[in-house]
């Protein structure tokens, strides 16, 4: 499988704009947001995004950047309300 330098750069971007596992859990909270409805979305498991939360596990590829996108609307929700 070949990557093309564009892929890496925006998988590395994702990683460094993903905030820091406790960081992650304080968001969903403060938006209350279930485990299972993050999973949901991202289609993933409940335990995946328990993990990730608990900075056990990292989000890698697809999961990664639907994640991010997740976070970043529930971001939004909890500075407009």
């Known amino acids: 499988m070949s990557v093309t330098l564009e892929q890496l750069s925006r998988r590395i ?3 460094r704009d993903l905030p820091p596992p406790p960081v992650r859990k304080a968001l969903r909270k403060a ?7 993050v999973a ?3 289609g993933v ?3 995946a995004v328990s ?3 608990a900075g056990e596990r990292t989000p890698r ?3 990664a950047a639907a994640y991010l996108e997740v976070l970043r609307e529930i971001k939004r929700a909890v ?3």
Not at 31 to 37: D, R, T
């Open 13 to 15: 971007q994702t990683r």
């Open 31 to 37: 938006a209350g947001v279930s485990l299972s409805e």
């Open 40 to 42: 949901g979305i991202v």
């Open 45 to 47: 498991t409940r335990q």
């Open 51 to 53: 993990l990730w939360e």
């Open 61 to 63: 590829g697809a999961n």
């Open 79 to 81: 500075a407009a309300s």
